[in-house]
């Protein structure tokens, strides 16, 4: 069917994935190419990294707050014994809830002792580390950490981080609050670096002398040996066992959704009671597959890419649907309440991370709602026959199942 020239003198039905008047998109000049003429300077490479910004599906209209951002383009923060980048809502305006951090300690290398105003949740993307704390009631905790799991740390809980052998220790830190950085960390060597040396003296008796060699300057991150065995540790530390975990092996966890398109693992209060203001899922999705349409009614997702690649388009208020591309490396954020989906684009599986500033993970499923509407009222919405609304999914998939 063409389109009439003149669509409020003989209205039509628009066609399907071009809905709107005026018409968006290249599909609609498919007989006049001089309107997506493009002469001026081109970033060829930051193009090719987002074909779906550049060719926009017909369905995408206006424009919304961008959501995409990468650690790919943030500034490393390096020293003797690793790095860290991040990524605040001063880079990430979108990101009101959730601060990101990614993080690299050498082998031996060392986070120093700290604290933050803010909770911090974590997940081991490669490697293994050693983590310390003390929890609110005093009691110490010493645990090792390797790729897939996850630790929490409430707001104020002191905690150190070392890297081990062979291949130190890379992961992500997420903060409950999108204005935390790590340039404002609460740091041992700061405390006592700005503490008068007769102060210290008093407080754990001893000679003022015993603090003449002390850091002048915080380390935050340095070099170390690597720690011995983890029993010799949590002896010299006084763990004593039976308290509240403070570590969750989130890639062993029984899955909330499994098929042959992919799982989702979750980590909430549910499951992991001592992460009290952060719930996370771990989404694995299959070639060909994709995370199902769906939001979140409680609390922004903060998304961070592991691997392969994804396509995902937001639908808001307006209308407002725009698509855009993340891999591995990359963060995403989805406003509380909007629609969306994440399609694998790849060959590989992708692989990434949901993230909320909430106790309790909660997702509503498109497929899950229409399944317990009456036939017949979502039969009037869609103009789609009872028979068919019956073939779809019955109930939430988490991710659609290969056909």
């Not at 740091?187 to 603090?211: I, R, Y």
């Not at 935050?220 to 039976?242: M, N, R």
């Amino acid at each position: 069917m063409e389109r009439d020239d003149h669509p409020t003198t003989h209205p039509e039905i628009p066609s399907l994935g071009d809905p709107d008047l005026p018409q968006e998109g290249e599909v609609n000049i498919a007989d006049r190419p001089q309107s997506n003429t493009m002469t001026g300077p081109q970033n060829e490479v930051i193009e090719s990294q987002f074909p779906n910004q550049m060719h926009a599906p017909a369905t995408d209209i206006s424009t919304q707050p961008f959501f995409w951002s990468s650690f790919n383009i943030s500034p490393r923060r390096v020293q003797r014994g690793g790095w860290a980048r991040e990524l605040t809502k001063q880079d990430f305006h979108i990101s009101d809830e959730i601060a990101g951090v990614n993080m690299y300690l050498e082998p031996g290398g060392i986070r120093e002792l700290h604290w933050h105003q803010t909770a911090e949740w974590a997940v081991m993307t490669r490697g293994k580390a050693r983590v310390t704390t003390l929890s609110r009631s005093g009691l110490p905790a010493v645990e090792d950490v390797e790729e897939g799991d996850l630790w929490f740390f409430p707001a104020g809980t002191p905690h150190s981080l070392q890297g081990l052998g062979p291949g130190g220790a890379e992961f992500v830190l997420a903060f409950d609050d999108g204005d935390q950085s790590e340039s404002n960390t609460l740091l041992l060597t700061d405390w006592f670096a700005h503490t008068p040396p007769e102060v210290l003296a008093k407080n754990f008796g001893v000679a003022q002398s015993v603090f003449s060699d002390i850091p002048l300057h915080n380390l935050w991150i340095f070099p170390g040996e690597e720690p011995p065995a983890l029993d010799i540790d949590q002896a010299a530390a006084g763990v004593e066992w039976g308290m509240e975990p403070v570590i969750f092996r989130l890639s062993r966890s029984k899955p909330l959704y499994e098929n042959s398109g992919g799982s989702i693992q979750i980590a909430d209060s549910t499951n992991y009671a001592y992460s009290s203001t952060v719930a996370a899922a771990l989404v694995t999705v299959e070639p060909g597959s994709m995370r199902e349409l769906h939001w979140h009614p409680n609390a922004d997702e903060w998304q961070y890419y592991l691997r392969g690649s994804a396509r995902m388009t937001v639908f808001n208020t307006g209308p407002h649907a725009n698509t855009t591309d993340f891999r591995a490396g990359d963060v995403g954020v989805v406003r509380k309440n909007l629609g969306h989906y994440i399609e694998n684009t790849g060959d590989d599986v992708l692989q990434f991370l949901e993230v909320f500033r909430t106790d309790k993970y909660e997702e509503i499923s498109l497929a899950n709602w229409l399944s317990h509407v009456p036939p017949q009222l979502v039969s009037a919405h869609l103009n789609i026959e009872p028979a068919v609304l019956a073939t779809f999914p019955r109930g939430a998939q988490g991710i659609t199942p290969l056909r």
